[in-house]
C-alpha cells in the first residue's frame, strides 16, 4: 500500500504533480460523448428542456466526477418525457418489476396525455419559483423526491382512470416504498404543485387538489374513518398546507388559505383564510370574526 501512496518533491514543477494531471484530464469534453442528436420535433420548442441541457452542461463542466451521470440522466436523452421515465424507471424497478417496463409504461403516458405533459412543466416551473432551495431545472428532476412522486402520480391516476387499477396501485405502493409518499391513484392534483421535502405526504382517494398548491412533508389529507365514497379534502388553487397537518373528512379549503404547521383541520376553511392549532381555528379573513 505504502508504493500507491504518491510522495511530494518541491523540486517537481507544479504542472507535473499528479493532482494537476488529474484537474486537467477531469475537464468534460462533450465532443466525443454520447449526447443526443435525436431530439424530438416538438423539443425545439421546448423552453425547459433546453435550459435544463444547458444547465446539465454546466454542472458537469463544474463538477467533472459528473460528467457519465448527466450524460446517462440528461444529455442523451431526447426530451424532457424520455428523460423522466428513465429515471423514474430506475428508481422504481425492482427484481420482480424491470425498470425497462416501468420506462416504457411511463414514457407512453408522458407522450400522449398533453395534460400530464404540462403538469410536468408547470410542477417544474412551481418548484423553482417557490422553493429557495432548488437551484436549477435539473436540479428539481434529478434531486427532488417529491416531483419525481407527483409525475409518477400522474401516470399512476391515468392508468386509473383507464380502469387499469392494480398497475396503479402497484405504481403507487412503489412510489411510497421508495420515495415515502403515498398518493392514492385516484386523488386528482392540478398543476404547479410544490411537494417540499416530502417525506410522509399521504394523499387519500378522493382528495382533489387544485392548482399552484404548496404542500410540505408529514401533511396527511385523509379520511376520518367514519364515511365512506367521497371522504377526502378537496384543496383550492393556492393553498399552503404548513408540515405535518393533519386535514380529514370531506372538507372544503379555500383558495389562497393557509394552513399552518401541525394543525388538525375538520372543518371547511374558507378563501384566504388562515388556519392554525389543534383542532384549527380561523384567523384573519371574513369567517373568522
Known sequence: MAACIHKFDPKRPESDEPIFKYREFSIPNFSDRPIS?????????????????DEAQMDAQQEPILLDYYIDLILSQRSLEHALANL??????NSNLRSTTLREIFLSVFIDDVVVKRGIREDLRAVKARDPACISYVHCLLNFKGFLACQAHRVAHKLWSQERRVLALLIQNRVSEVFAVDIHPGARLGSGILLDHATGVVIGETAVIGNNVSILHGVTLGGTGKDSGDRHPKIGDGVLIGASTHILGNVRIGEGAKIGAGSLVLREVPARTTAVGNPARLIGGKESR
Open 37 to 53: 442528436t435525436q431530439f424530438d420535433d416538438s423539443v425545439e420548442d421546448d423552453e425547459i428542456w433546453l435550459k435544463m441541457i
Open 88 to 93: 423514474l424507471g430506475s428508481k422504481l424497478g
